[in-house]
């Protein structure tokens, strides 16, 4: 399969998947009872919010991650071995992301930010270590 090909399928399944789960981790009654009508029409519209935007910023920045993956981990493993350079590389990514995601979600105003963020976290590091298993292989 072509390269951005395959890329435009991580980030496809990057954007429905966290904007998915977006949506569903922040819409009334997930956490417990809800209120009147009103409250859990006003919440349904955050959630769904959440999700377009943790939707849309994830396909961006799987893009980005993809780049920087491949552009950091290239520099760092002619400077160390491929541990210390895999490392590194996942360290750096993962602040510069969340250094965006989660003021964004303030902004926003996302109710369940930690619940909304941690399977993101989990799976963008099982991903970008896979990742760069398989850019080390190349």
Known sequence: MPRGLKQGFIVLAAALGYGGWAVYSNMPGQLGPTGPAEMMAEMSHVAWRAGFIQGGYAG??????????????????????????AGLTLLVSTVAQYSIIIPVHLLNGTPNILITLLPGFVISTLFSSAYLWHVAQQ
Not at 67 to 75: D, K, Q, T, V
């Open 60 to 85: 961006l920045l799987t893009l980005i991650n993809l780049a920087i993956l491949e552009r950091l981990f290239g520099h760092l493993r002619r400077r160390c071995t491929a541990l210390q350079a």
